[in-house]
């Protein structure tokens, strides 16, 4: 029997080892100090497939899905589509299936491991600010059902590809700034997306997206950013949107069915940390549609949203082995791991802050802030800085990164020629590898030289 079984007092006393709204849902550590997720011991998945090593809660991951299609269904969303960009592999498209969620892909190679997950194509989007010919011939070839239009020149070349009606929206940028903590803005006109309401350029777009009978225009898209903590900034997009379909009716007599206000919903990252409550969310996303439409004498349109970072990111843990502990004279102590900025580049391109903890054993003797350094050549290459860990941190020991579902496997690179970890899913005490380590073999057969 373990010291808190007997003394639960001391338990209610000690501060929580695991954040539960940053961990994974099955997160727990067992009767030996070890961090356990979905019943299997974190150590015995290092030991088996090594590290670095991306791990998925699938229950974690399944449960986020219902719980967007139960609370967003009521209001009136008639699809959830997840946003394949943050992690995409066959497993993962395929749990997304078995939940109700489309699929968003931005690429060739997205689209090709969406349909191999068995995603229904129609119930597929195809994003993308620069998608060339050969990749909108493959969505028309595969049936996708929305292709999202980003640029004059895409409008000509899906028109020159489609051999019958495709079903397209246009991106709009609705000129909304965020202006979130860590938040990345894609909603204001200055930036790469969309056609701007402004000077008449989405106007233009509409217009020359008509002139093209095969084409066939169903609706508008948008993306106000990622990291949205507010919801009211979806009420105020739903609201231009709203008006800019009405304008679309008023010039051309064309009525819009369908609004996707995409995603970009925040999660938490380190205790303290806002998230967007997807409850509050529902009532903004109501109450706008009915404000908005009633302003400007529209029928309601079918709302699509794609959330993707809000579905896969707590699911998800990096582990990676202690190499050395160092610390410098008069500066920080430095625990150098056998990962970095190759399988995790967020710190380095965002800034982004992780909650790191020790995932081998529990250790009760006192802590130290020290910064995870990675193994790259490179001076910004970091895990996390200024966490606590335990001051008898040695070398072997294994640590876990909390909330990297998102964005790491999906950005993974090879610098300095370093093999890309695995992906490794869990569930009621299994493990089933999703995406194998890839070797030095790879790397070399792509080598021409």
Known sequence: MALLDMLPSIGRAAPRRLDPAIWPATTHSDEEGRLCIGDVPLSDIADEFHTPAYVIDETDFRYRARRYRKVLRDPGVSEIVYAGKSLLTTAVARWAREEGLGVDVCSAGELAVALAGGVDPTRIIMHGN???????????????????????????????????????????????????????????????????????????????????????????????????TDPALYGEAIHRMIAAMADIRARHGVILTELNIGGGHAIPYVPGDRELDIDDLAVVIEDALDEACAAEHFPRPTLVVEPGRAISGRAGVTLYRVCSVKTQPGSRTFVAVDGGMSDNPRVSLYGAQYTVTLANRHSVGLKQRVTVAGRHCEAGDEIARDVELP???????????????????????????????????????????????????????????
């Open 130 to 228: 620069a998608k060339t010919p050969d990749e909108l011939q493959q969505a028309v070839q595969a049936g996708v059902g929305r292709i999202v239009l980003d640029s004059y020149i895409e409008i000509a070349y899906l028109a020159g590809c489609a051999r019958k009606s495709q079903p397209v929206l246009i991106r709009v940028t609705p000129d909304i700034d965020i202006h979130g903590h860590r938040a990345v803005t894609t909603g204001i006109s200055d930036q790469k997306f969309g056609f701007t309401l402004a000077q008449d350029h989405a106007a233009d777009a509409v217009k020359r997206v008509l002139a093209h009978p095969i084409l066939d225009l169903v609706g508008l898209h948008c993306h106000i950013g990622s990291q949205v």
């Open 391 to 449: 001051m008898d941190l040695h070398p072997g020991d294994l640590l876990a990164v909390a909330c990297t579902g998102s964005y790491h496997h999906s950005m993974a690179s090879n610098y300095n020629m370093v093999c890309r970890p695995p992906l490794v899913a869990v569930k009621d005490g299994r493990v089933r590898q999703l995406i194998r380590r890839e070797t030095v073999a790879d790397l070399m057969s792509r080598d021409c030289g």
